[in-house]
């Protein structure tokens, strides 16, 4: 078993979890209800699913790791992955909202920290384990 893995798994449930929840009714659902340009619009609505989608298998791999330990068939590259994807994922949310004119957007639009908290606990097991 490796704790840190465990813990990026429920970090990454956390943030599908927040997502799909809170991320809907604060940004998907008002989205839909703003008229813009309609292609846009289901463009959006698209990157909305698939961003939801992408979401879904990173904790399972996380907790399957965690629970059989990186020596589990193909466990190391598919954790690396996941740790790879979540620091990209943070790294660009954080440029997004750094550079941005909304004020105290690095606090309001938290999620890079998550991101990067997923990647730093799976690269840590990674690299201990």
């Given at each position: 078993?490796?704790?840190?893995?465990l813990i990026a798994g429920a970090l990454a449930a956390f943030i599908l979890i927040g997502h799909s929840t809170i991320g809907r009714k604060q940004f998907?659902?008002?989205?839909?209800?703003?008229?813009?340009?309609?292609?846009?619009?289901?463009?959006?609505?698209?990157?909305?699913?698939?961003?939801?989608?992408?979401?879904?298998?990173?904790?399972?791999?996380?907790?399957?790791?965690?629970?059989?330990?990186?020596?589990?068939?193909?466990?190391?590259?598919?954790?690396?992955?996941?740790?790879?994807?979540?620091?990209?994922?943070?790294?660009?949310?954080?440029?997004?909202?750094?550079?941005?004119?909304?004020?105290?957007?690095?606090?309001?639009?938290?999620?890079?920290?998550?991101?990067?908290?997923?990647?730093?606990?799976?690269?840590?097991?990674?690299?201990?384990?």
């Amino acid at each position: 078993m490796n704790i840190l893995l465990l813990i990026a798994g429920a970090l990454a449930a956390f943030i599908l979890i927040g997502h799909s929840t809170i991320g809907r009714k604060q940004f998907f659902l008002p989205m839909l209800a703003v008229s813009f340009d309609p292609p846009a619009k289901r463009i959006m609505e698209f990157v909305w699913h698939m961003s939801t989608a992408s979401l879904v298998l990173p904790p399972l791999v996380l907790f399957y790791a965690g629970l059989n330990g990186l020596a589990a068939p193909h466990a190391l590259p598919l954790v690396a992955f996941v740790a790879a994807q979540y620091a990209l994922w943070g790294c660009v949310h954080l440029l997004v909202v750094s550079t941005s004119e909304i004020p105290g957007a690095v606090y309001k639009m938290f999620q890079w920290t998550l991101f990067l908290a997923v990647a730093g606990t799976t690269g840590s097991a990674v690299f201990a384990g």
